[in-house]
């Protein structure tokens, strides 16, 4: 059984955490999502371990907004 280990791609990565990949720079820059890349036009990539902390920490910051 192989695991993934790095998530590549906006459309993977934003799958995941359920957002739309056309906003990944937003994501990234404005929300801190934890998504790099090596250079300027190279593929995003993301550890899954990562992501599932961010959603954590988003869901963590805004629950308050709706109880």
Known sequence: MQ???CLKGAREICEAVGENPRHMHEL???HGLPAWK???K???RALPD???RWVREQRDKHIGTYM
């Open 3 to 5: 695991t993934e280990f």
């Open 42 to 44: 190279g593929t995003w």
């Open 28 to 30: 990234v820059r404005e």
């Open 50 to 52: 990562d992501l599932r």
């Open 38 to 40: 090596r250079d300027t």
